[in-house]
């Protein structure tokens, strides 16, 4: 009898852990994801057409084929938790700069930073949960939320009643919001589920999901040396260093097994 409730409760571990994270996409949708994806493309193109005159556009093709090799193999994966990205046109640029930083815009328009891949000297499975992390933020549609947020309050709640009749909103007022999609901080919520998705992208991808939290270690590190030591957790709209380390590290379990299937194949 022992023998078989240990086997009940293994199944339901493999069960629940074979489920995958558990996140949830943004509710706040006002704009259709084609006008979304259409204002990113625009703002993406600007951003990447000025680093292109300055020189700073993908200077480095080794580190570029690096990391589009590494979408290559997150992609695939993007539709189980958004099946417009089968549609995508993504694509992926590295631009020279100090700034430790990427995105993934709307619609799949990723950058890197050579700064992140420089002051963090990252491995493939630490680019892969990188990616995959920004990557989630367009899956779940973060940035279409924020979009929508910021359209209200520039352009007021009547905005609400027209959301299916845009012909009223400027080109200037989309571009000033997919604008402020890219430069204003996610909340904490979006920043935990991004993490998650983007640890299970990088687990189907058949990198190691335990480099989500070796990120974030490095990530501490890094700030803690550049004397940019991360405010208190209550005062930052980001959830703290250690905090998104434990949350990655309670998850492995659920993702684990995508990454054993996948060096299996």
Not at 72 to 82: C, D, E, K, W, Y
Not at 98 to 126: H, R, S, W, Y
Not at 156 to 171: D, Q, R, T, W
Request: glycine share 8%; proline share 4%.
């Amino acid at each position: 009898m022992r023998s078989l409730v240990l086997l009940l409760c293994l199944a339901a571990g493999g069960a629940l852990a074979q489920s995958g994270v558990e996140v949830s996409k943004s509710r706040l949708l006002l704009l259709p994801a084609s006008t979304v994806e259409r204002s990113a493309a625009q703002q993406y193109s600007g951003l990447m057409r000025e680093a292109a005159q300055k020189g700073l556009l993908n200077r480095d093709r080794q580190q570029v084929e690096r990391l589009r090799n590494i979408a290559r193999q997150l992609i695939p994966h993007s539709a189980r938790f958004n099946k417009n990205a089968e549609k995508w046109r993504w694509e992926v640029n590295l631009v020279s700069s100090k700034m430790v930083n990427a995105f993934c815009m709307p619609g799949g328009k990723i950058a890197f930073f050579t700064g992140i891949l420089d002051q963090l000297q990252l491995t493939d499975a630490e680019v892969a949960a990188i990616m995959g992390h920004e990557m989630a933020h367009a899956l779940l549609e973060h940035g279409r939320a924020r979009m929508s947020e910021q359209l209200l309050k520039s352009a007021g709640i009547s905005i609400a009643a027209a959301v299916f009749n845009l012909g009223g909103l400027s080109a200037e007022l989309l571009n000033q919001a997919a604008g402020l999609a890219i430069s204003l901080p996610y909340a904490r919520k979006q920043e935990t589920d991004s993490d998650l998705v983007g640890m299970e992208l990088a687990a189907r991808a058949g990198f190691d999901p335990r480099a989500a939290a070796e990120v974030w270690r490095k990530m501490a590190k890094f700030t803690q040396a550049a004397g940019k030591g991360q405010p208190p957790q209550f005062l930052s709209t980001h959830p703290g260093h250690d905090t998104r380390i434990r949350e990655i590290e309670a998850n492995l379990p659920r993702v684990q097994p995508f990454y054993d299937e996948a060096r299996r194949r």
